[in-house]
């Protein structure tokens, strides 16, 4: 069965770097994209960008420009995203999911556990 | 980028209500159009893509409709387990936003 299992909680300081990871099994691995989402508490999902496992390209939203990279490790089915000069505002919980179509139409239907990133100062 | 407003932001409802959550883009999107339920301490689970067609395993009381920027999400006779957050998305163009959630509490 498809699964994600992204690596686990993590505290920074503001202005570190931190990177998450989201081991992929059940699937083969380079044939759908890795999107990555984050949910600050009580708050909506907000999609952060999605990388091809294939070739690595990625295209990341404008609001993450500059600080988010997004990588993959084919030989063990593993994808990062890395947020550097993390702010407060950056503390939330970040999940990877696949992207997943029918007829062109894109969703997410497999999700990681999610990775709890705290931001302290 | 495409923003996503839903409404309501919350709403009470009882066990065998019908209850609809609206979803409104500020551009046409066609039927790019998703629906997905979070509780709590959980991920999102999706329900309906392409603004109307269910996903497998989801109940037949869920059901989504329309199309280009005004979109619906109908559960039919709500259910205990249905009390969750609800949230639309759209897959039309990058950044696949998403809507600000639907919080469905319990009367």
Known sequence: QVQLVQSGA??????ASVKVSCKASGYIFSSYEIHWVRQATGQGLEWMGWMNPNSGNTDYAQKFQGRVNMTRNTSINTAYMELSSLRSEDTAIYYCARGDSVSGYGFHYYWGQGTLVTVSS | DIQMTQSP???????????????????????YLNWYQQKPGKAPKLLIYAASSLQGRVPSRFSGSGS???????????????FATYSCQQSYSTPWTFGQGTKVEIK
């Open chain 2, 9 to 31: 932001s919350s709403l009470s409802a009882s066990v065998g209500d019908r209850v609809t959550i609206t979803c409104r883009a500020s551009q046409s999107i066609s039927s």
């Open chain 1, 10 to 15: 993590e505290v920074k300081k503001s202005g």
């Open chain 2, 68 to 82: 280009g920027t005004d979109f619906t999400l109908t559960i039919s006779s709500l259910q205990p387990e249905d």
